[in-house]
């Protein structure tokens, strides 16, 4: 359940259940209605390291989650189809210690709730495939951490003996988009543009191009592509009000002061795809990635509990090579390598 910090793998237990219901209709040839709901619950054990075995430590953790979906889909025209989605979620997290926990005494029980709607229309002409629509997300967050420690020898620096946060906060998210792929002869282009607004302990909006080009060489049997997207990306809801909270950055030095906000980006890449005779084909990328306020988590201890971070700059470069064969009689597999 969680990677065990010691071989013997002390204290790693856990279970889990849940139920799943579904149903799917067709009112009519043009519209279809689906249903979904599921309830989940886990709950299993820490990992102790020795000395927290030998201590006679037991920490647990536990989580639920709920969550009911409809959608409808209904065909206009034989050109036009409009799709609408509205979702809510209700999720939560505990974590408990005994009184023999050590070297600090950990609790936790946070709750998230979120409601999402989502409406689209897609259509067809000619050259064009156009999809458009609109989002928005309704949040709200509770928090409640707190912690005694039990052994501050454990500890280099200097930390209060004890800390509790609780928090509690509403927000929410807009979005709309509109895309267009269009084929001209060999040419594929695929363009888009998004605009996201993000309110929570931050406001924040962001206006994001894409434009991806791909070209196909009948003679040598090669595509060419290559993509730009600007991104962004809202960070993880886990522990955000206690991560950005200046009661918990004050606790360390080394702090900000800054709430974690939105990671931004620009994605550049580049490729081909190659056949090779009639048996083999060759996918290969290149790809660089410069972000702000670049998104992470930290974990506590080794409880798995984390909490979101994010870096003030960030540059990722890679490139990824694949080797398929797609059927050779009973034969197919692939060799690939990404660095």
Do not use: C
Not at 32 to 50: A, D, I, T
Not at 107 to 113: L, T, V
Not at 197 to 225: H, M, N, W
């Amino acid at each position: 359940f969680l990677d065990p910090p010691a071989p013997e793998n002390f204290t790693n237990h856990g279970s889990g259940s849940g139920f799943t219901g579904r149903l799917d209709t067709e009112p009519s040839d043009r519209d279809r209605l689906r249903f979904y709901f599921h309830h989940k619950r886990s709950g299993f054990q820490v990992p102790n390291e020795l000395f927290q075995q030998a201590a006679g430590q037991r920490q647990d953790r536990g989580t639920r989650e709920s969550l009911g979906q409809a959608s409808y889909q209904r065909t206009l025209s034989a050109k036009w189809l409009f799709d609408a989605r509205l979702m809510a979620r209700d999720v939560d997290a505990r974590l408990w210690s005994n009184p023999l926990a050590t070297p600090i005494l950990a609790s936790q029980d946070r709750g998230f709730r979120e409601l999402y709607l989502n409406s689209s229309a897609a259509t067809t002409q000619g050259r064009h495939s156009i999809k458009f629509g609109a989002e928005s997300v309704l949040t709200s967050a509770r928090e409640l951490f707190a912690y005694r420690i039990a052994d501050p020898s454990f500890f280099e620096d200097e930390f209060p003996l004890s800390f509790r946060f609780q928090g509690r906060r509403r927000g929410n998210e807009q979005s709309a988009y509109i895309q267009d792929t269009i084929r001209l002869g060999n040419l594929t282009v695929n363009a888009g543009l998004r605009w996201d607004r993000y309110r929570l302990l931050v406001t924040e909006a962001a206006i994001s191009p894409r434009l991806g080009v791909g070209y196909y060489l009948p003679k040598t049997r090669t595509l060419l592509r290559a993509s730009y997207d600007r991104i962004f990306t809202t960070p993880a809801i886990e522990n955000l009000l206690l991560a950005s909270s200046p009661a918990a950055q004050s606790l360390t030095d080394e702090t900000s002061g800054l709430p974690v906000r939105p990671s931004r980006g620009n994605y550049f890449e580049a490729g081909f795809s190659q056949a090779i005779f009639s048996r083999l084909r060759m996918d290969a990328s290149w790809y660089l990635r410069r972000l702000r306020n670049y998104g992470d988590d930290e974990v506590f201890l080794n409880t798995g509990v984390s909490f979101p971070i994010a870096f003030q700059r960030a540059r990722v470069r890679g490139y990824e090579v694949k080797l398929e064969v797609p059927s050779w009689g009973r034969f197919s597999g692939f060799a690939s390598y990404s660095n």
